[in-house]
Structures are given as structure tokens and as C-alpha cells.
């Protein structure tokens, strides 16, 4: 004799929703977001420089530096070419963005080579 555990439809439907929005939480990376539309022009999405002068994040070149030099130099502006993001992200965003960074550049690191 066959057991059929019936659902209520409620149900699935529930859970589907939960597993949607648990899957979404995983998934979104507002670090990555800023990254990848302000900083990747220049730095690379994969923390390979594109442009000369640039440190090479995927290398950890300036992780050694503190939040706060680091933080100044985001919001700031650096030399030449690195723009001040002040006025276009707010101090949040460049603690979280470089969060991102410091958190992406071993993994940057072990795979550089591997992609170009
Ligand atoms: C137009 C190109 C360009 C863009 C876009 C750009 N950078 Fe830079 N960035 C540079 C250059 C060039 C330097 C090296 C500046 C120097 O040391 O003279 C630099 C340096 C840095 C440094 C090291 C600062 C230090 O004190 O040594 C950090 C951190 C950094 N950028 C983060 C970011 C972040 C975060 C973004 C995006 C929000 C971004 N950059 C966007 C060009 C760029």
C-alpha cells in the first residue's frame, strides 16, 4: 500500500517564495554592484588593472594600507586619475565596495591567469 503525502498548494507555494528570496539574499552583492559599474573601467572586474598606474588588487598591491587611508583616497580621489567618488556614492557605499575588494583579492589572486 502506497502513502501519498499530499502539500497543500499554500504551501509549496510558500516555500517556493522563501527559497526565492533566500536565493536572492546569497545572490545580491551590493559590494560587487558598485564595483563592477564604478571601479572595473580601471581597476578590472577581476582586480587586474586596465589602465597603467593602477595597483593591481588581484596582486593585494595597497591591501596593506589602512580603511581609513584607503577609504580617504575612494571618497578623495587619488593623483591623477583615481576620481573622487564623493557626491556620486555615499561614504557607506565606499566602506562597503571596499569590503568587497579586500574580501575578493585572495580569491582575485588565486585565480588570476586563469581568465585572459
Ligand atoms: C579612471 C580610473 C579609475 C576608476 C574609475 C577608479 N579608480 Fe581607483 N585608482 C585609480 C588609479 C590610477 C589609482 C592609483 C592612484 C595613485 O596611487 O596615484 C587608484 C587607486 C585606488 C586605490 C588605492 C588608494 C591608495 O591609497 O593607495 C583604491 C582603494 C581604489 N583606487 C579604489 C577604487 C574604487 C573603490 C573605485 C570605484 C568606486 C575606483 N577605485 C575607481 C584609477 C581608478
Redesign the pocket.
Known amino acids: 500500500m502506497s502513502r501519498h503525502v499530499r502539500l497543500p498548494p499554500a504551501i509549496l507555494a510558500l516555500t517556493g517564495l522563501a527559497i526565492l528570496f533566500l536565493g536572492g539574499q546569497c545572490i545580491a552583492d551590493p559590494g560587487r554592484d558598485?564595483?563592477e559599474s564604478?571601479?572595473?573601467?580601471?581597476?578590472g572586474l577581476e582586480g587586474k588593472?586596465?589602465?597603467?598606474?593602477?595597483?593591481n588588487?588581484a596582486e593585494g598591491?595597497?591591501m596593506n594600507?589602512s580603511d581609513t587611508?584607503?577609504?580617504?583616497?575612494?571618497l578623495l580621489?587619488?593623483?591623477?586619475?583615481?576620481?573622487s567618488?564623493e557626491g556620486?556614492?555615499t561614504e557607506q557605499?565606499?566602506k562597503i565596495?571596499?569590503q568587497?575588494?579586500r574580501n575578493q583579492y585572495e580569491y582575485w589572486r588565486k585565480t588570476a591567469g586563469s581568465s585572459n
Not at 564604478?38 to 581597476?43: I, V
Open positions: 558598485i564595483y564604478h571601479c572595473g573601467a580601471c581597476h588593472p586596465i589602465l597603467p598606474n593602477v595597483p588588487f598591491e595597497r594600507k587611508e584607503l577609504l580617504s583616497a575612494i580621489g587619488k593623483g591623477f586619475l583615481m576620481p567618488w556620486v556614492l557605499d565606499c565596495v571596499l568587497f575588494i
